[in-house]
């Protein structure tokens, strides 16, 4: 399985983004996916996550209200749109999934697969 995150990039405080991932090697729609970041200095934490049809989500309570996670099974393409950013949000962000079909986990121990991360940089 193969992950490919881009869309990060430099933007003011209050700016938006949309971060994409692009999965291959198995059947994208079976799986949930997950967003993680790990800002400089710190542990890597959870984003969001989404159910492989994209029915559920669950957010962070830092991003809830201000970023959505998305998909496109027919792309193979998961999203994250990031509003009302702060430079908090200044981290390389991740997607990630596991190995179990149909399971959400926010932890990043039940994640099997890694993109490289895509670096978004908040600026005041």
């Known amino acids: 399985v193969q992950l490919q995150a881009s869309g990060g990039g430099l933007v003011q405080a209050g700016g938006s983004l949309r971060l994409s991932c692009t999965a291959s090697?198995?059947?994208?729609?079976?799986?949930?996916m997950d967003w993680f970041r790990q800002a400089p200095g710190k542990e890597r934490e959870f984003v969001a996550a989404?159910?492989?049809?994209?029915?559920?989500?669950v957010y962070a309570d830092s991003v809830k209200g201000r970023f959505t996670i998305s998909r496109d099974n027919v792309k193979n393409t998961m999203y994250l749109q990031m509003n009302s950013l702060k430079p908090e949000d200044t981290a390389v962000y991740y997607c990630?999934?596991?190995?179990?079909?149909?399971?959400?986990?926010?932890?990043?121990?039940?994640?099997?697969?890694w993109g490289k991360g895509t670096l978004v940089t908040v600026s005041s």
């Open positions: 990630a999934t596991g190995k179990r079909a149909t399971i959400m986990s926010t932890q990043d121990s039940g994640m099997d697969y």
């Open positions: 090697g198995r059947i994208f729609s079976n799986y949930a």
């Open positions: 989404i159910s492989w049809a994209g029915g559920s989500t």
